[in-house]
């Protein structure tokens, strides 16, 4: 039996969806990170965004450029929520004094956790291929 053009369209197709179905039947599954609160971390985010952090701070190198970058900050040693709290309300050089309550503050610092957890990466280390994807630049330093 030869295979005709049609066939081989409804065959490929057929096959498409089965594939598609089995996908949105069977989701990829994101283990669970027991790092942070993945709740808190969103609340965290709000307020992130409701005191306007990234205009000055930055994560992956992106962002404001008066603050650090803070995408690793809470995996560096000596830092925490205490040591967030402390910044925040006291403010540092240019940073002001924030008065955020204890529960923004946790919920922030699980933002952050949450970020940290993500990985790193400096975006001037990426360079743009004929593609126009990005790819890690190796042969440049960090």
Known sequence: MKFKPRHTFLLLSSLFLLYS????????RV???NRYDKELASEGRLVWQKYNCQSCHQFYG?????G???TN???KPG?????????VNSGIKQMPAFSLTDVEIHELAEFLKATDASGSADPRSFKANNFG??????????
Do not use: Q, T, V, W
């Not at 179905?21 to 990829?28: D, E, K, N, T, V």
């Not at 992106?62 to 008066?66: F, K, N, R, V």
């Open 21 to 28: 179905f089995s996908i949105y039947l069977h989701p990829l």
């Open 31 to 33: 283990a669970d990170d």
């Open 62 to 66: 992106l962002g404001g450029y008066l």
């Open 68 to 70: 650090p970058d803070l």
């Open 73 to 75: 900050f809470m995996s």
């Open 79 to 87: 830092r925490g929520e205490p040591f967030l709290k402390a910044m």
């Open 133 to 142: 994807m990005i790819e890690h630049n190796e042969h440049e330093k960090n």
